[in-house]
């Protein structure tokens, strides 16, 4: 069974642009989660899609958004890119509710913000 | 908003020592969780616990969770090199796994 794959792993981007990550979740797993990664603040969790719906959000601003289609890949959207957030973004796909259960996560995608 | 704290950030043992991490929540959770992360790695599970009290071991690891289901801590004994890595709790809450910071283990060998 492949796992939670993460596209692009590495991706450079300049103040004020905007980037879109992908995430492939295992498959028949219904449940999305992304978050943030930094040294200074750990795991942050950004938000949870099921069943296309976003159920539950973290406290990031509003740059931050995404998006699950009906094969439960998921995209993640920052705009308007600030150097503050560059970081490790990560996805996690669960067969049911995240929290539920086990977490698989992906590789993660390094974003640079320059 | 709910937090989870966990003790300590950093952990430098010798090979053979034993380790301790420890985890706080703000609030009761539905459950716990612990992950590992390698250097240059992504977290990966280790375990989950449920109910009020429980302890579990997975050879050289022993979780607990506490009887207020708000902390929770593993221990190493006799720590060895593959053990080096970032311990991650999570508290399972509502659809979101809210992550302490983690413990940075390095072993001396």
């Known amino acids: 069974k492949a796992g939670v794959t993460q596209t692009p792993r590495y991706l450079i981007k300049t103040r004020g642009q905007q980037v879109t990550l992908s995430c492939s979740p295992i498959?028949?797993?219904?449940?999305v989660s992304w978050y943030q990664q930094t040294p200074g603040q750990g795991l942050q969790f950004l938000f949870e899609?099921?069943?296309?719906?976003?159920?539950n959000k973290g406290n990031f601003p509003g740059r931050f958004s995404g998006r699950q289609f009906s094969n439960s890949r998921s995209e993640m959207n920052v705009s308007t890119l600030e150097l503050g957030d560059s970081a490790l973004y990560l996805c996690?796909?669960?067969?049911?509710?995240?929290?539920?259960?086990?977490?698989?996560f992906g590789q993660g995608t390094r974003l640079t913000v320059v | 908003g709910q937090q989870v704290m966990q003790i300590p950030q950093y952990q430098h043992v010798q090979e053979g020592e034993d380790f301790t991490t420890y985890c706080n929540s703000s609030?009761?959770?539905?459950?716990i969780q612990w992950y590992k992360q390698r250097p240059g790695g992504h977290p990966v599970f280790l375990i989950q616990l449920v109910k009020s009290g429980e302890v579990k071991k997975q050879k050289r690891l022993t979780f607990q969770f506490g009887e207020a289901k708000k902390n929770s801590s593993l221990h190493i004994t006799a720590t060895q090199t593959t053990d080096v890595g970032t311990y991650f709790c999570?508290?399972?809450?509502?659809?979101?796994?809210?992550f302490g910071q983690g413990t940075e283990l390095s072993v001396k060998p």
């Open positions: 996690a796909s669960s067969p049911e509710q995240t929290g539920v259960g086990q977490a698989f």
């Open positions: 899609y099921f069943s296309e719906t976003q159920r």
């Open positions: 609030t009761t959770l539905s459950n």
């Open positions: 498959s028949g797993h219904r449940s």
């Open positions: 999570a508290g399972g809450q509502g659809g979101k796994l809210i």
